[in-house]
């Protein structure tokens, strides 16, 4: 459409992500000071009575649905905001566990799009803004923010939450972050508020986390030290000092993620049972982490897509399916670091299927298939959809599909899944 051509509140979700894509000069602007401005118009500082918000390099989609899940079960209102999508813009609020309708993310852009004037945003920007109107507007009890990128510039950082997380601290998003993790965990850090509580769920993180909570006064809370999880079986227990919480199920996602989220709920102060805490880990899940959409063969979908996740996602599938053949799916963006990603899947990979994506941060398959072994078989795919279907022919009943690299590669094949289950 016309960029000039402003969209109404009665446009179509299409007509106005199509308007914001193309109303900013970059798709990522770190700085606060034009969302600050926008947000104290619309008065979204404080989206409800207590927030939390989750930045980290892996982990952060996966510790908002524990949180989530377990306030849910303790009967409070939540809503959360989390990016990017798999396959629906309006997957990135939920409230009570709900998508909303894309009428009414079509209203909260036309809000924002009226308080903005001459202020420019950038895609992330305006959706955030919209996201919290959404969530205010709803008059829940918490709010969950999953940081964007980074954390000190990301536009969640506009608002007064209550309690910080970090949930882990690796090499990612080199371009706009660089490649010092001492560097990283300032950036991450930055969403720490003085005399409040802030998690660090990275073991032996850089200074530079505990450098800027003391500098500022925050309440550090740190894996490991403050807090700790102990596995045994098919159980586990949560420390935090004196107090312990024991024979916990294992959760269906990262493990290290929900005892950062149990840490995050001891902060909040909220009234929420040890029977509570059991059932709302044993419901939480989150589509593309470690979901499993087909038993036999097992198809597992997960968005690892830097070493840091890879490593933990290959650790997991070597520990559950020890005697299976691993067939890959795989594709990613040129901008991650595709070598050592591939690397850390190698130990448990026998075969292969590298596919492209389409944009300009794509990655070909040809560009993923010289770092897989040239012992492996392996052929390249257009997409992930087609690496996905030669899986599918070539595998046997106990055999696993993994499919990995990108939110846009598992939303690719999830998609299609669906599809082909409904029909």
């Known amino acids: 459409m016309n960029q000039n051509s402003v ?97 009414r993310y079509c209203y909260a852009f036309d809000l924002i799009e009226k308080q903005r ?18 969530l205010k507007e709803a008059g829940l009890d918490v709010v969950i923010l999953e940081v964007g990128l980074g954390g000190r510039l990301d536009a969640t950082n506009v608002v007064d939450h209550d309690i910080s997380v970090v949930t882990s601290l690796a090499i990612d998003h080199i371009d706009w972050l660089g490649d010092d993790l001492e ?94 805490v059991v059932e709302g880990l044993k419901k939480a899940a989150l589509p593309g982490r470690m979901q ?39 594709g990613m963006l040129h901008d991650k670091d595709i070598a050592e990603t591939v690397s850390a899947f190698i130990p448990v990979a026998g075969d292969w299927y590298p596919a492209s994506l389409e944009g300009p941060r794509a990655a070909s398959a040809v560009e993923i298939r010289q770092y897989i072994p040239e012992s492996s078989a392996c052929q390249t795919y257009s997409s992930p959809t087609e690496a996905f279907k030669a899986a599918m022919t070539h595998v046997s009943q106990d055999d696993v599909i993994l499919v990995v690299g990108s939110f846009f590669t598992v939303g690719e094949v999830l998609d299609y899944w669906q599809k082909r289950e409904e029909s």
């Not at 390099?57 to 989390?82: P, Q």
């Not at 798999?86 to 009570?96: G, H, K, S």
């Not at 979908?301 to 997991?316: C, I, K, M, R, T």
């Open 117 to 134: 004037q001459d202020v420019s945003l950038s895609f992330f920007e305006f959706g955030t803004l919209a996201a919290l109107v959404l």
């Open 183 to 276: 560097k990283i965990g300032y950036e991450k850090s930055g969403i720490f508020r003085p005399g409040r509580p802030a998690i660090c769920g990275q073991y032996l993180p850089p200074a530079s986390v505990a450098g800027y909570a003391d500098e500022i006064g925050a309440k550090l809370y740190q894996a490991g030290i403050q807090y700790d999880h102990d596995v045994t079986d098919d159980v586990w227990c949560w420390k935090n000092g004196a107090f312990e919480l024991d024979q916990l199920p294992i959760p269906g996602l990262p493990l290290p993620n929900a005892a950062t989220a149990l840490m995050a709920l001891q902060c909040s102060g909220l009234e929420i049972t040890d029977v509570q």
């Open 292 to 330: 499993v959409i087909h038993h036999s063969p097992l198809v597992m979908l997960d968005v690892a897509h830097n070493p840091h996740s890879a490593a933990y996602l290959a650790e997991q599938i070597s520990r559950n399916y020890p005697d299976r053949n691993i067939h890959i799916v795989i």
């Open 7 to 103: 969209p109404q509140a009665t446009s179509s979700l299409a007509v106005w992500l199509d308007y914001l894509s193309g109303i900013h000069s970059s798709s990522i602007d770190l700085g606060l000071e034009r969302v600050q401005v926008v947000a104290g118009r619309a008065g979204l500082f404080k989206p409800a009575p207590l927030v939390i918000t989750v930045a980290g390099t892996n982990g952060k989609g996966s510790t908002c649905a524990l949180i989530e899940s377990i306030l849910l079960e303790a009967g409070y209102d939540v809503g959360v905001y989390s990016s990017p999508h798999l396959i629906r813009y309006t997957e990135r609020v939920r409230i009570n566990g709900e998508e909303l309708s894309a009428e």
